[in-house]
């Protein structure tokens, strides 16, 4: 059994390493607190692994919070900031993203055009940047798995005004066994099995 060569990875329609950004919003503690759609442990577990398979695959990584420089909010939660390691982190005070100026010379300046992006809550902060940049030309991958909403309602109307606009869900197991694609890509496999299996437990 041999595998077919390696797709160019700047020009395949898949998610690549080299093809794809992650994009990260306002997992702080007033948002995963208020998330009702799903529970919020698995919530954060997912995010943290959502932020390690771009450790591993070497994304680039935009990250956001809000209003953690006015005092108004707390940081990142200690689960992801610890994932995330010294990436820089862009406070803002618009609910949503794109209408932040810093926000969004530094999802230009990653250089892809496919966005995997993350937020809450999945009706504001994901729903209005991901409607903004596919405007702009961006092909947007929510992580469904990985973000909610202040109810079931709300997040499901969310996601499909996203994917009624061009958007893809996605959920995080799907993300990093696109990114990995084959066993035979030695150099991010040992990553890839402990992120899926961490514990030795098969993915939630």
Same mark, same amino acid.
């Given at each position: 059994m041999v595998s077919l060569p390696i797709r160019d990875p700047k020009v395949d329609?898949?998610?690549?390493?080299?093809?794809?950004a992650l994009?990260?919003?306002?997992?702080?503690?007033? %948002?995963?607190?208020?998330?009702?759609s799903m529970d919020q442990d698995h919530l954060v577990r997912n995010i943290v692994r959502v932020a390690r398979t771009a450790v591993a695959y070497q994304l680039p990584m935009v990250?956001?919070?809000?209003?953690?420089?006015? #005092?108004?909010?707390?940081?990142?939660?200690?689960?992801?900031?610890?994932?995330?390691?010294d990436v820089e982190q862009?406070?803002? !005070? @618009?609910?949503?993203?794109?209408?932040?100026g810093d926000f969004v010379k530094a999802?230009?300046? !990653? #250089?892809? !055009?496919?966005?995997?992006?993350t937020a809450l809550w999945t009706e504001a902060c994901l729903t209005f940047p991901a409607l903004d940049a596919m405007r702009e030309g961006y092909e947007?991958?929510?992580?469904?798995?990985?973000? #909610?909403? !202040?109810?079931?309602?709300?997040?499901?109307?969310?996601?499909?005004?996203?994917? %009624?606009? #061009?958007?893809? %869900?996605? @959920?995080?197991?799907?993300?990093?066994?696109?990114? %990995?694609?084959?066993?035979?890509?030695?150099?991010t496999r040992d990553d890839f099995t402990s992120i899926l299996f961490e514990h030795g437990e098969p993915p939630a």
């Open positions: 329609a898949l998610l690549t390493p080299t093809n794809s994009v990260i919003i306002d997992y702080q503690p007033v %948002q995963v607190k208020s998330v009702t990250v956001s919070t809000v209003n953690v420089t006015t #005092g108004r909010n707390a940081p990142t939660i200690e689960p992801l900031q610890k994932a995330i390691g862009i406070d803002r !005070t @618009s609910i949503n993203a794109w209408e932040d999802v230009k300046a !990653t #250089g892809r !055009t496919k966005l995997i992006m947007v991958y929510p992580i469904v798995d990985a973000v #909610g909403g !202040t109810s079931v309602e709300a997040h499901e109307a969310a996601l499909d005004r996203i994917t %009624q606009a #061009g958007g893809h %869900q996605i @959920s995080w197991v799907q993300l990093i066994c696109e990114l %990995q694609r084959d066993w035979n890509r030695a150099a």
